[in-house]
Structure formats: structure tokens, C-alpha cells
């Protein structure tokens, strides 16, 4: 079965930092890409950072790079995500996600953990 668990979410003041992890079980890890997404309260999904297999290639979005820092362990099959210099703006609830390859229907079919909240405020 698998499982992405994300955690380290909380509440913050601006300007803090926060890092948060996702534990991930049931697939390969070391083969696939993994992103980060947050849902703000009623907003849609919105695409925050990617990392590819190896942790060799990252992407930002524009309003995080500078501040955020996606990286992995594959050894200990988490993924992270390090924000610095937090904005009110960046309150939501943070997912991690990926797609995995099923091999019957030869279609990726996306996966995404529970969620961890962060809050910024003051």
C-alpha cells in the first residue's frame, strides 16, 4: 500500500521557518519524482516545489524560490521541504505528492499524503 505521511506543519510567525517531511511507503522511492502542493482555505490546489528522482533537479514556484528548499533522503524514503522567511500568504495546508507507473493499465495514477497544516501569523 502506498502511503505518503507529511508532517512538521504548524503555526509560525512571519519571518520563521518551518520544515516539513513526508514519509513515504509502498513504492520505490528512489525511481520517482515527488512535488509538494498546499491548499489555502478556499483556494485550489496550487504547485509549490518538485524534486526528481536522484534529488538532482528542483523547480519552484516563483513566489517560494529564494525562501523554500525541496530536498529528499532516499535512503530514508522522505521528502522534505524547508521554508524560511514564511509570509502570511503561505498559510495552507501542505501535501506531498507523486505519480506512480502501474504497469496493468500503463498510466500513472497520482498519490497524495493526508496533508500537514502551516499557519503564519503573527
Known amino acids: 500500500e502506498v502511503q505518503l505521511v507529511e508532517s512538521g506543519g504548524g503555526l509560525v510567525q512571519p519571518g520563521g521557518s518551518l520544515r516539513l517531511s513526508c514519509a513515504a511507503s509502498g513504492f520505490t522511492f528512489r525511481s520517482y519524482g515527488l512535488s509538494w502542493v498546499r491548499q489555502a482555505p478556499g483556494k485550489g490546489p496550487e504547485w509549490v516545489s518538485t524534486?526528481?528522482?536522484?534529488?538532482?533537479?528542483?523547480y519552484y514556484f516563483d513566489s517560494v524560490k529564494g525562501r523554500f528548499t525541496v530536498s529528499r533522503d532516499n535512503a530514508k524514503t522522505t521528502l522534505y521541504l524547508q521554508m524560511n522567511s514564511l509570509r502570511p500568504e503561505n498559510t495552507a495546508k501542505y501535501y506531498c505528492?507523486?505519480?506512480?507507473?502501474?504497469?496493468?493499465?500503463?498510466?500513472?495514477?497520482?498519490?497524495w499524503g493526508q496533508g500537514t497544516q502551516v499557519a503564519v501569523s503573527a
Open positions: 505528492t507523486t505519480d506512480l507507473f502501474d504497469g496493468v493499465t500503463g498510466s500513472d495514477n497520482p498519490y
Open positions: 524534486i526528481n528522482s536522484n534529488g538532482a533537479s528542483t
